[in-house]
């Protein structure tokens, strides 16, 4: 049997929206949980999408592989996979998904090499099923499980976390995905097993041409793995450009306000300053920035009307009409 192969595509996101769907509430702005997100994801790129708890990443990875969570809706925007458009609320073959716990997305009563064989008869229908076991072998060596054959015959519970893991990454490429979105991949596992992982997923990223969205917390991890930052506060996207430069001149105050709290850069610079207040739940959310309650740097204007995603240099833009000002000669500094 051949390796996989996947048709690179970029993943493409316009104005999307996403809604509460609850019976007998009018849908409307009052109930958006997302709103207003554009990115693009390139084939063989890493795209980092960080934010804190609530923000609203994992709802638009959901909206991206279709398989959004019940009471959730896609209220406006599109989606497309090389250029082909993804209706709502359908599962796109084309997009793979691995989450924080495997063992929450495998099943614990079958055999790790069977799963493996499910999906790749699921893509591939009329696969035989001596075929699907044998390339569920190449797969499992593929995302580097030694003795293969042995442990394809192995139940979840046998293998350890990072292995477990791996066999997850393993059902999401049996898939030939274009797009890979992995939200929070290495959260639950050993700080000792999480570069293994990270260094799998971006080896087949490479080889295999994959669009990939890494969803985490972990700046660090995003700093060394991810062409582009992403950053989500309150349901709306509110900084993007190159990691690199992004984290050295943040432009948005929360970007600044949340790296300022890093206990490794806050040491450097001598201070570590906690954000002051919390995030607003989505029922206090205003129509202008969601930020500006904590922010030093907000006016009245920021609070009156949406303000708007603009670019300010080359590949960067933030929602903010007072951007930190190292940032706006930010076009000139480079990683
Ligand atoms: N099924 C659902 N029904 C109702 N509200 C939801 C649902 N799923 C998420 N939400 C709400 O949508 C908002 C965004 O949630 P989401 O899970 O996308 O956040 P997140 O950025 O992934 O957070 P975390 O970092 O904790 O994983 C939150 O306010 C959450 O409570
Ligand atoms: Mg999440």
Not at 23 to 48: C, H, I, K, N, Y
Not at 168 to 192: H, K, N, Q, S, Y
Request: hydrophobic share 40%.
């Amino acid at each position: 049997m051949t390796t996989t192969k996947t048709r690179a595509a970029d993943v493409r996101i316009e104005g999307l929206a996403l809604e509460l769907d609850e019976p007998g509430v009018p849908l409307g702005e009052a109930q958006r949980l997302v709103r207003d997100v554009s990115f693009t994801v390139a084939a063989g790129e890493m795209v980092g999408l960080a934010g804190e708890s609530g923000s609203g990443k994992s709802l638009t990875a959901s909206a991206i592989s279709g398989l959004m969570p019940v009471g959730v809706r896609r209220a406006e925007g599109t989606i497309t996979i090389g250029g082909e458009i993804c209706p709502p609320h359908k599962r796109h073959p084309d997009v793979a998904m691995i989450f924080q716990n495997p063992m929450t997305s495998l099943n614990p009563s079958i055999r790790i090499g069977d799963q493996i064989a499910e999906a790749v008869r699921l893509r591939h229908k009329g696969t035989s099923r001596s075929d699907a076991r044998r390339r569920a072998v190449e797969i499992l060596e593929q995302v580097e499980v030694s003795n293969a054959p042995a442990r394809a015959k192995q139940y979840p519970f046998e293998f350890s976390g990072g292995m477990r893991q791996r066999a997850m990454i393993g059902i999401a490429i049996a898939r030939d995905p274009a797009v890979l979105v992995a939200d929070e991949p290495t959260t639950a596992l050993d700080v000792t097993v999480q570069r293994g992982v990270m260094d799998l997923i971006d080896r087949l990223r490479a080889e295999l041409g994959l669009a990939v969205l890494l969803i985490s917390h972990d700046l660090g991890v995003m700093n060394e793995r991810c062409d582009r930052l992403l950053v989500m506060y309150s349901g709306e996207l509110v900084e993007v450009g190159p990691t690199g430069q992004l984290l050295a001149t943040p432009a948005h105050p929360y970007v600044d306000g949340l790296l300022r709290c890093i206990p490794d850069r806050a040491m450097a610079a001598g201070k570590l300053e906690p954000l002051a207040g919390q995030v607003p739940p989505p029922n206090r959310w205003i129509p202008g920035c969601r930020f500006a309650e904590r922010c030093a740097s907000a006016t009245a204007e920021c609070e009156a009307a949406p303000i708007r995603f603009t670019a300010f240099a080359p590949e960067r833009e933030v929602r903010c009409i007072h951007p930190q000002a190292a940032s706006l000669g930010a076009g000139r500094s480079v990683r």
